[in-house]
C-alpha cells in the first residue's frame, strides 16, 4: 500500500510538473506573439433591438498560436493576469480596436459607431493605463464617445481600491465611456453603481438565457433596468441567442442586445462591411 501511495505521489507531482511546464511554455510563446504583434481581435456586433441595426462593435482578443491553434480568451487571459502579461496584452488590444473604430465614421446615418473593450483591473490599476489612453485618442483623433471600456464587477469589488476608482474617474474625464460588464453576476453590482462612475451596464447572459422561462427574471430584468434609468445609465443584453429572447427584451425596453442571434465576433473586414451595409442583422 506503502508503494501505491509513492506511486500515486508521484503521479500527482509529475502531472503539476507538466503543468507547470505547460504554463511556462505557454507564457514564452505568449511574450513571443506580443512581440511580434500576432494577437488579433474579432468584432462582435451589438444592435440596437428596435432596428436591429448595429449600434457598436465588441473587441474580443484572440491568438493565432502557432500549434494550438486560434485560441480564445480564456486560455490566455487568466495567464496573461498573473504573469502580468496583460499590460502589455491590453494595451495591444487598445490601439488596434481603436484604430479600427476609426475606420468607422458613419457613411450615411451621420453618426459612427462604438467599440466595446475589455480592460482588466491590472491594467486599470496600473499606472499606465490612462496615458495609454490619452495617447491612442490623440494619435487617432477617435471622438471619445465611441469607446467604451468594459469592466467586470468582481474588478471593481475592491471597492479601497482608491486606485481604480481615480483611474476611472481619469478615463471619463478623457470622454470615454465606462461599461460595467457581467452585471448581475459578481457581488458587487449596486454598490459598484454607486461608488463607480459607470454609464452602460451589460446584463450578463445567464439573465438572457432564462427570460423566456423565467417569469420571475423578467420582473427582476424590469427592475435593473428601472435601476438603470433611475441612473441615466444604459443597458446592454448580452448572450441573445434566440428570437423569444430578443421579443421578451424588447417588451422589457431594453435597448441594446449582443449574442450569437445577431452576429458572432467577425474579423475586422467583415464588421466593417457589415457596418458599412447598414442593415438589420
Ligand atoms: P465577455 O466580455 O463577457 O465577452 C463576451 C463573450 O461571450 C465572448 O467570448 C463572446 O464571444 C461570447 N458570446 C457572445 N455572444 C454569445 C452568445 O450569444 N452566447 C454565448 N454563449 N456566448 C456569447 P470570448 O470572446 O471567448 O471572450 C471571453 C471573455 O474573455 C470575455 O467575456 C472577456 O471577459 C475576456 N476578454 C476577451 N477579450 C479580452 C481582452 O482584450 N482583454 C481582457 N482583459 N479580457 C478579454
Ligand atoms: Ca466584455
Ligand atoms: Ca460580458
Ligand atoms: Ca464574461
Not at 143 to 149: C, E, G
Not at 183 to 203: Q, R
Not at 240 to 247: K, M, S
Request: aromatic share 6%.
Amino acid at each position: 500500500a506503502k508503494a501505491e501511495g509513492k506511486h500515486r505521489w508521484c503521479r500527482y507531482h509529475s502531472e503539476l510538473l507538466d503543468q507547470a511546464v505547460r504554463r511556462a511554455e505557454l507564457r514564452a510563446a505568449l511574450d513571443e506573439a506580443l512581440a511580434h504583434g500576432s494577437l488579433t481581435v474579432l468584432y462582435q456586433p451589438i444592435v440596437h433591438l428596435h432596428s436591429r441595426r448595429i449600434a457598436g462593435f465588441e473587441a474580443l482578443a484572440r491568438w493565432p498560436h502557432p500549434t494550438l491553434g486560434l485560441l480564445g480568451p480564456d486560455s490566455f487571459i487568466p495567464l496573461a493576469e498573473e504573469t502580468g502579461q496583460i499590460r502589455e496584452l491590453g494595451g495591444q488590444m487598445l490601439r488596434l480596436a481603436v484604430r479600427q473604430a476609426v475606420t468607422w465614421d458613419a457613411p450615411r446615418t451621420g453618426h459612427g459607431c462604438f467599440v466595446g473593450i475589455n480592460v482588466s483591473v491590472h491594467q486599470l490599476r496600473g499606472e499606465g493605463f490612462v496615458e495609454a489612453v490619452r495617447d491612442v485618442l490623440a494619435q487617432t483623433g477617435i471622438d471619445p464617445r465611441y469607446v467604451v471600456l468594459e469592466v467586470t464587477e468582481t474588478a471593481l469589488l475592491d471597492h479601497e481600491d482608491v486606485g481604480v476608482r481615480e483611474h476611472l474617474r481619469d478615463l471619463r474625464a478623457l470622454g470615454v465611456a465606462i461599461a460595467l460588464d457581467d452585471f448581475g453576476t459578481g457581488y458587487a453590482s449596486l454598490i459598484s453603481l454607486h461608488d463607480m462612475p459607470i454609464d452602460i451596464i451589460k446584463i450578463d447572459k445567464s439573465f438572457t438565457s432564462r427570460l423566456t422561462t423565467s417569469d420571475r427574471m423578467r420582473r427582476l430584468v424590469r427592475g435593473l433596468l428601472t435601476i438603470g434609468d433611475t441612473l441615466g445609465i444604459g443597458t446592454i443584453a448580452e448572450g441573445v441567442e434566440e428570437w423569444d429572447q430578443h421579443e421578451r427584451l424588447l417588451e422589457l425596453g431594453v435597448r441594446a442586445g449582443q449574442g450569437y442571434l445577431y452576429s458572432r465576433p467577425l474579423p475586422a473586414d467583415e464588421a466593417s462591411a457589415l457596418w458599412a451595409a447598414s442593415r438589420p442583422l
